[in-house]
């Protein structure tokens, strides 16, 4: 392997747990923060000039870069070992000081509620904090939802213990252990392995993996486990609404931190649905092509072919740096650096983080965590999270309040370099791998859009109900997230499982840690949609989509995109992202 495959943390961070440096930047996080404080803390509210707010934001992000620094190291460290006992126990100790340094930070939010709406803004068209505009305009909007310091403080030291669910959460699946009998001989694999596996071109191997997954996740001692750590979640994101006095919708917390209209999301949601039946008719074609009178579940991910061409890493990592090679320089150099600098952690182990992901901060190089196991999709992987860490690359030139881009925006790169993947792979490819191509890249843009919206009208079901005070168990959630599939389905494929028994929610990752973040795919592909179109078109250059990536969060996300033709509050602007893909649908029903 020419490729390092595991991540240098070493030579980022500290050379382990027993680091001494590790040690001293953990005990300097409560001092430093108390010499901040004793700087600012009955000053800040009483700012009168540009100058002074330009010296605090110095000194803000400073300090908060200084003490995220051990915090990260020790994220990766869980990452690539959720068993690791040491790890999770010094995270936790690490998370005591943080509540007692956020105390110590209160005087921030109350300083900029005494500065006041107007003086906020006034300050956000001075020339002079220019680089901070849009923190400043969202600083103003939010500042409604701030309460006293007490109740503050009491809400930190509440977050502490309510934290330990996404904890519990990423410890007890990283616990999971799944067994499956492949040939005839019975093997322990990860979960990232038996759900590839689901992509198997034998069907009873494919019936055998999600018999693996089923096995493990619906025990009963799961289902009320994850039941209830998902419950606790909604019911503190509830109480997060009623305090704060967010508007009375389940989803407004949400599209206030992403700074997109609550109109803008329901269009999004409305839209992708109304276009359900597009995924009825990919599924009924695929169903006929594959010559199946019965379409279960377990088909849904199958492959057209017989044999399924596989790619070493080394493959995999090649053709993605062909593909940004042919694109762009700065896409290229950053990938093959990201690579030989040892920020790429490949392959599936046990107790290894599942999924893949990237990670990036201001001032700090990318990471990338995969989970490889050979599959075209892997493929696609690879140039999706290297996507988001060239994003985190190109959008260093913006000050640290406005580096990272909203949620809703953070999808684009990742989304635009599984497309130019997409044309290479189709010039590379026989026509009969083609067609196993479309099936999966289709098999992606469904899963990556109508998917993801369904797992939000899931998560808004169940938001709403808590939000009203019911209480839900595990097999009424199971309920729902059938429900919800069979509005995305309609009768076009036969489940595996009995209504009450559908846990297909509990091993979606994202509805715990970021509730209602899932939309953010959705609008991230017909997004990249229009811009793919544009920049492949002539219309936008490669310069301009690159600004677009640099751009972090320094303007909201419907301002920026104006600026560019594209009016996110159109449903012309979805319809038109959903006729790419009916094109894809037709092209693939020509084939049958």
């Known amino acids: 392997m020419p490729y390092p495959t595991e991540w240098n943390l070493t030579r980022y961070f500290y050379t382990g747990l027993d680091d001494p440096k590790l040690a001293a930047d953990i005990a300097n996080i409560l001092p430093l923060t108390l010499a901040f404080s004793e700087k600012y803390a009955t000053v800040f ?3 009168t000039t540009p100058e002074q707010i330009l010296e605090f934001y110095a000194d803000y992000t400073k300090l908060s870069h200084e003490m995220a620094t051990s915090s990260y190291y020790l994220f990766y460290r869980s990452s690539l070992d ?3 006992l040491e790890v999770t126990k010094r995270m936790w100790e690490v998370d005591y000081i943080y509540t007692e340094a956020s105390n110590l930070m209160l005087f921030v939010a109350q300083g900029w509620k005494e500065i006041g709406y107007e003086r906020i803004l006034e300050w956000s068209n001075d020339p002079k904090l220019a680089a901070y505009k849009n923190d400043l305009v969202s600083t103003a909007d939010n500042i409604k939802y701030i309460l006293g310091e007490k109740e503050e403080k009491v809400l930190n030291i509440k977050s502490r213990p309510l934290g330990l669910a996404n904890s519990l959460h990423d410890e007890l699946t990283g616990s999971y252990e799944f067994m499956m009998t492949i040939d005839g001989v019975e093997k ?10 689901r992509q198997h071109t034998d069907r009873s191997v494919r019936i055998e993996a999600y018999k693996s997954l089923r096995r493990v996740y619906n025990t009963k001692q799961n289902q009320i486990s994850l039941g209830n750590i998902y419950t606790s979640i909604v019911k503190d994101w509830s109480s997060e609404i009623t305090m704060r006095g967010y508007p009375d919708n389940v989803m407004a917390q949400r599209n206030i931190s992403e700074e997109m209209d609550d109109e803008v999301v329901n269009m999004l949601l409305s839209e992708v649905e109304k276009a359900y039946p597009l995924y009825q008719r990919f599924l009924k074609a695929k169903a006929s092509m594959l010559g199946l009178s019965d379409f279960w579940v377990h088909d849904v991910g199958a492959p057209m072919g017989n044999v399924e061409k596989e790619f070493s890493f080394e493959e995999a990592y090649d053709l993605h740096l062909s593909v940004m090679k042919d694109f762009d320089k700065d896409f290229y ?7 030989q600098e040892g920020r790429i952690d490949a392959f599936p182990r046990a107790g290894k983080r599942g999924w893949a992901f990237a990670s990036y901060r201001k001032w700090d190089p990318s990471f990338v965590l995969l989970n490889f196991t050979g599959k075209l999709r892997d493929v696609s992987t690879i140039s999706h999270e290297l996507g988001h860490a060239i994003h985190g690359h190109l959008s260093q030139v913006q ?3 406005v580096y990272d881009s909203a949620l809703s925006m953070a999808e684009t790169a990742s989304i635009f370099s599984e497309m130019l993947l997409g044309e290479k792979v189709k010039s590379l490819v026989t026509q009969e791998e083609y067609k196993e191509y ?8 469904f899963a990556t859009i109508f998917r993801q919206v369904q797992y939000v009208i899931f998560e808004r079901a169940v938001h709403s109900q808590i939000h009203t005070g019911q209480e839900l168990t595990y097999k009424e959630l199971n309920g729902m997230w059938r429900d919800a599939q069979e509005s995305l389905y309609s009768g076009t494929v ?6 009450e028994e559908e846990s297909g929610w509990s091993m979606v990752p994202h509805i715990y840690h970021t509730p209602f973040y899932c939309y953010a795919y959705a609008f991230g592909n017909l997004l990249t949609f229009s811009l793919y179109n544009k920049v492949q078109s002539g219309e936008l250059s490669k310069e301009d989509y690159k600004d677009i990536l640099r751009s972090g969060w320094s303007e909201r996300p419907r301002d920026l995109l104006g600026r560019y033709g594209i009016d996110i509050a159109s449903a012309d602007f979805y319809q038109a992202g959903l006729r790419e893909v009916e094109k894809m649908v037709e092209e693939f029903e020509k084939l049958v």
């Open 188 to 197: 322990k694999l990860t979960e990232e392995e038996v759900r590839s596996y």
């Open 333 to 339: 150099d950053y990938s093959l650096e990201m690579i």
């Open 399 to 401: 000050e640290a309040p």
């Open 438 to 445: 479309l099936n999966e890249r289709l098999g992606d843009v």
């Open 45 to 47: 509210g009483k700012f």
């Open 494 to 499: 036969a489940y595996d499982m009995a209504r």
């Open 82 to 84: 959720t068993q690791d």
